[in-house]
Every structure is written in structure tokens, then in C-alpha cells.
């Protein structure tokens, strides 16, 4: 019986050993395969962000060019308006040079008569 006994000591040391490795293999192993799942989950979550924040650009241009056309449609009703304000400002102009004119004429006659 020891002699037997002996020749299975030598192989239990290196099965423990074997059986060791194989378990800080699969230990690292799982441990690569949590890191490669959480990394796969922040890209979606980063993927995620950038698809809302390219939304929110898009949102954003469309709201620009809406403002710029509306900018452009009140520049040309201010250009329009003065326009009328010069013409309203000149035809006050002559209206009161011409009143300017009758009062005279009025004068003179008032003079003559």
C-alpha cells in the first residue's frame, strides 16, 4: 500500500496546480468578459447620447433658419415702412410749404381788399 501511496503523491500536487491555473484562467477570463459586456454597454449609452445630441443639433439648425427667415421678412417690412415714412415725411413737407404759400396768398389778399 505505501508504494502505491507514493506513486500517486507526485501527480496530486501537479493536478492541484493544473486545476489552480485552470481556475485563475477562468476567473481572468470571466473577469475580460464583464469588462468587454461594460464596455459594450457604455459605447450604447455613448451612442445613445451622441444620437440625442445630433437631435438636438438638427433641432437647433432648424430653429436658426426658421429665425433667419423671420429676421429677413421683418428686415423687409422695416425697409417698407421707412420707405412710407420718408414718402409720409415728404408729402408733410410740401403739404406745409403749400399751407405755408396759401396763408400768404391769404394775407395779400386780405391786404388788397
Known sequence: GSSAQESRDPTLPLIAILLA????????????????????????????????????????REEVEKLKEQTEKLEKQVVAIRKQAEGQADEYMRLTSENRCLRNQLEDFDIVM
Open 21 to 60: 491555473w485552470l481556475l485563475g484562467w477562468v476567473v481572468h477570463a470571466a473577469d475580460e468578459a464583464a469588462l468587454a459586456r461594460s464596455a459594450r454597454k457604455q459605447q450604447a449609452q455613448q451612442g445613445d447620447g451622441l444620437a440625442k445630441l445630433r437631435q438636438e443639433r438638427d433641432e437647433a
